[in-house]
């Protein structure tokens, strides 16, 4: 993908998971819809996710819906929405600061 790119994969929950340095730049949040996985969209989730990524660190999600937002809010996000990939009208992303 580009120089310096890493990829990972983890075979835990994110609530189990214990992450290392170095801080990660980009985070892909795919879980399952809030109304299937609630306890992924939390603002303590959200806490979490951005104790592990550097300082302008981006956040982004298809998910637009607005107790997202508000969660990654309380958690230290800059939240914007944008537009989605066709077929999805939009989609959240979080700048940490």
Known sequence: IAPGFTLHKVHAS???????????????????????QPELWTSGIFLKVS???????LL???SSKGSVKRALKA????????PGPPGKREMLRGVKR
């Open 14 to 36: 994110l609530q189990d998971y214990r992450h290392h340095d170095p801080l990660f730049n980009l985070v892909y949040f795919d879980a399952f819809s809030p109304l299937v």
């Open 75 to 82: 958690s230290g996000f800059e939240v914007e929405k944008i």
């Open 51 to 57: 104790d592990m990524m550097a300082v302008g660190g």
């Open 60 to 62: 982004v999600t298809y």
